[in-house]
């Protein structure tokens, strides 16, 4: 067996364990497919270099862009909305919510994420295109590889270098923007006033672009990326991939005899390829989804007058039935896309729950650990609390503070009277977290346990928003 | 019948189901496809173990038998500390707080709630660095070391007392250290009856007596031995640093045995002298934070 292998086979020179790189060079190809692809790209140029300088107005001393990622201010901003970092779980929620979107958009249409909208295909698409129009079209660009270098091939060179690296910055920037104010931060580093995080970070996502876009490219999708990897473990036979009718191209060729398949083998479909691949072999990993080949296809389809669409949007079972002449059914809705849809619906809901009925008011109270308690001269058990009020309007606000639960309890608070009482108002600057010392006394006869529960009360003096938190009072053993 | 054969040429096939060679390698005839990885891949493996060089050159390193390379950046972290804090001291806001709290009486720090929540901050650190060791985190207290979170005190709780405690201890090395010594009454002035009588007098003042006739008689000893030091109503005496008897706080334990073990031959606490050892400002920081603590006057 293994004779007959080695024999019927060729056998390589030596094995070497790396490969080079072999370069991808795609051809210019139009058609819906491709005109679709630069709606998307300019919809999310448009998204990134124009939404740091909308402006919103939030009264004075606070940020006016609309979309702010806050470091120094550790703020969120988003229009009205402002996040805080106790609220993380916002972002958690986005995450969820990208998340099981991509799993619906893969399960209904395979790599939809991959070939229209992933950063890494839309800024290649965008730098491929500066090359294609400095260097030419794919053969003049492997040529012109090829070729030995002269004054022609030193210019056109260079230029393309100087767009993609002018590009590249202006992406680095644009990325800044979302955490920096974009028009004072722009003049800063243009007039070389910027800090050496705004410097720093515009040359790292500046080098990163201009490396995965530039030289990188499919590299990134193959060998680089996680998703490509287990996103087979989204789609099953009813999801939209890019597939290959094999049942009516083959056997493909270019003669006009009977008996061959509708492919006429003009590998067109291969050339135009962002990474590579010929899809005629099938659905494989290195296929990024982006349908550029469906364009190819039909355009040399059409202008020989055959039925279109041999490469297609379509799922796996409907190129079985159509190959057995079925009629193909497309089935969007399955057991998948429902589970996806519905746990989708639910995060939606649940955000938008707590975005509505979010608490501009919230309150964070630490009981002392130690010392757990201590006894008083007049036989008072008392407790200190660390209690603080985060004040998330940005206007000064006063607040009663009260207790419950706690028969013959006292209050008072560090810096604010000696004199235990009822109720004590505390006042909290606009937009701060106020911390405040608390100390509860009470009288040991009235502690039944150890550990008594009991409730403070805090209550907006002009809202009357009212905010509770369970806490416990501690004494002797009993 | 199975030949087993020693391969030392590569037998590079090729796999039918992948259309993939082989490396030529096997073991146990498991073959191994040659899926090769990108050789740039290979270039930034070779680039990292550059990288790793060039640190080695720049930055602290390797060991010598004596002491270690030290890099021709010359970069230490215990020196980028350093600069750090001079940094943080010469901060301006802060150097003004500090020139304050160190110009200042300490009412008066405590009366500007900016500078009060600065001095108790860095108090809270020193504090829990130098005396949390005898007082506790917090000033929890221990056995023979008086909690500070409370309200009972025995030198004194005001601001100024706690300062002047902490600047000159209590029966410490310091000419001005605070100091009283309470009498061995074990030996020198007292029978054990007697001891037993005023340990159930005192008892009773919170109540915790089972012999009445014995409180009775202890009231008379109290009267004439104690009450000179501890007050008439064993309200206690802050001059001399003489606890107060009649509520529930006890330094060195509640028992009957303790107590009676305090009078026949009593313990002495000592607290160190911190002038000195602790600057100027960081005492008044720590009284600042002591006084915060829950008890202060």
Redesign the interface.
Known sequence: MTENLTENHHIPESPSLYAKHKKVYPQAITGAFRTLKWKVTAAIMAFYFITPWIRWDRGEGEPDQAILASMSLRRLYFFNIEIWPQEIYYLTGILVLAAVGLFLATAMAGRVWCGFTCWQTVWTDLFVWVERKIEGDRNKRIRFDQGSWNLDKIWRKSLKQFIWIVFSLLTGAGWIFFFNDAPSTAMNMLTGQGTYEEYGFTFLFSATTYVLAGFAREQVCIYMCPWPRFQGAMFDEHSLIVTYEAWRGEPRGKSKAQNIGDCVDCNLCVNVCPTGVDIREGDQFQCIGCALCVDACNSIMTKLGRPLNLITYDSVSNQMARERGDEPKKRLIRKRTIAYSILLSAVVVLMAYGLLNRSELEINVQRDRSPLFVQLSDGDIRNGYTFKILNMINVPQTYTLAISGLEGAKLSVIGLGKDPVDTVTLDVEGDTVATYRVFVRAPIETMRSQFEDMEFILTNSETGEVVRYDSRFAGPVR | MVKMEVKLM?????D?VSGT????HEWDGIKEL?T???????WTFYASILFAVVWWVLYPSWPTLNTYWKGTLAYSSRVDLANDLTARDNEPQRAARVKKIASMPIAAISED?DL?EFAAAGGRVIFADNCAPCH??????APGYP?L????WLWGGSLEAIETTIRYGIRSTHDDTRVSEMPVFGTDYLSKTQIADVTEYVLSLTNKSKDSSAAMRGAEVFAGDCAACHGEKAEGGRDFGAP?LS???WLHGDSREAIIAQVTKPKHGVMPTWQGRLDDVAIKEVAVYVH????GE
């Open positions: 590569a037998n590079i096939e090729r039918e060679d082989t490396t030529g040659n090769p990885l990108p050789r740039w891949w290979l709630k009060r506790g985190s917090q000033g929890s207290g909690v979170a409370d309200d009972d107060k509520d529930g706080i915060s603590l829950g008890g």
